[in-house]
């Protein structure tokens, strides 16, 4: 069945960095565009960075203007996952931190538009 699955979160320091991964199986995340959600306590969940497809499309990134500078979003067509590279870190990224996959190659990096979700791994940036 279609999978996505999140790792690598954890506790660190402001300043600090994390990696996540998000496995894809079932299908080949290469074909779509892919995106990083997160949700903070008492907050809605916003898209942290979003990629078109490197296939079907140009790769085109977005990042939300609060980490531009700091996240990085890529992936790794051949391992079928896609990552995203958190440095600087603030105490205000502290979230449950979400991979997701659209069904088209290019999309708006919204919730409503994304429709295979992970899990979830929870980042905690604090002193």
């Known amino acids: 069945q279609v999978q996505l699955v999140e790792s690598g979160g954890g506790l660190v320091q402001p300043g600090g960095s994390l990696r996540l991964s998000c496995a894809a199986s079932?299908?080949?995340?290469?074909?779509?565009?892919v995106g990083w959600f997160r949700q903070a306590p008492g907050k809605e969940r916003e898209a942290v960075s979003c990629?078109?497809?490197?296939?079907?499309?140009?790769?085109?990134?977005y990042y939300t203007d609060s980490v531009k500078g700091r996240f990085t979003i890529s992936r790794d067509n051949d391992k079928n996952m896609m990552y995203l590279q958190m440095d600087s870190l603030e105490p205000e990224d502290t979230a449950i931190y979400y991979c997701?996959?659209?069904?088209?190659?290019?999309?708006?990096?919204?919730?409503?538009?994304?429709?295979?979700w992970g899990q979830g791994t929870q980042v905690t940036v604090s002193s």
């Open positions: 997701a996959a659209a069904w088209t190659p290019e999309t708006m990096c919204l919730t409503s538009y994304f429709g295979s």
């Open positions: 990629m078109s497809s490197t296939t079907n499309s140009d790769g085109n990134t």
């Open positions: 079932g299908f080949s995340l290469d074909y779509y565009a």
